[in-house]
């Protein structure tokens, strides 16, 4: 879940938060990991609902990676590149957005208040969701299959 370089006592406070109510109201067994874990299930299935989305890490791993993200409220770099971010910042704006309101109502719904920061914005879903995953450019596959000379088949 968490990198060896973590100190153990950012490990411990995050292992305590998640066990923590998620609301502050006394009848609330709900902890911050469950609504959390929902919150993430309608993450991922948005990420692995398109072809040209190549989740990075497992799911456990990026579980934990999302656990982390809403521990710190951080904006992780994206590795991926310029053009490839532009793209689908551009191309999943809508979807991005759609799905930071849904979980963010789904948050409400638990009594929690993730996503509802000053600083919360669907941006900050996208900074999350393209430093774990790549775009997989399937023009390139066929525009290299037509320079492969027929003697290769």
């Given at each position: ?88 910042s551009t191309k999943y704006t809508d979807e991005i ?30 900074q999350f969701i393209t430093s774990h995953c790549m ?19």
């Amino acid at each position: 879940m968490m990198d060896n370089t973590t100190p153990m006592k950012d490990k411990r406070q995050l292992i305590q938060w998640l066990r923590r109510p998620s609301t502050s109201a006394s009848f609330s067994t709900i902890t911050n990991r469950e609504v959390l874990d929902h919150m993430f299930q309608i993450i991922y299935e948005w990420m692995n609902s398109y072809e040209e989305i190549q989740i990075i890490p497992p799911k456990e791993i990026l579980l934990g990676h999302f656990y982390l993200f809403m521990f710190t409220d951080d904006y992780p770099v994206s590795p991926m590149p310029e053009e490839e971010f532009d793209y689908m910042s551009t191309k999943y704006t809508d979807e991005i957005v759609d799905t930071f309101l849904l979980v963010r109502d789904i948050s409400d719904s638990y009594g929690s208040h993730f996503f509802h920061k000053k600083y919360d914005s669907a941006d900050r879903l996208l900074q999350f969701i393209t430093s774990h995953c790549m775009i997989i450019d399937n023009t390139d596959f066929i525009e290299n299959e037509e320079e492969v000379p027929d003697e290769h088949y």
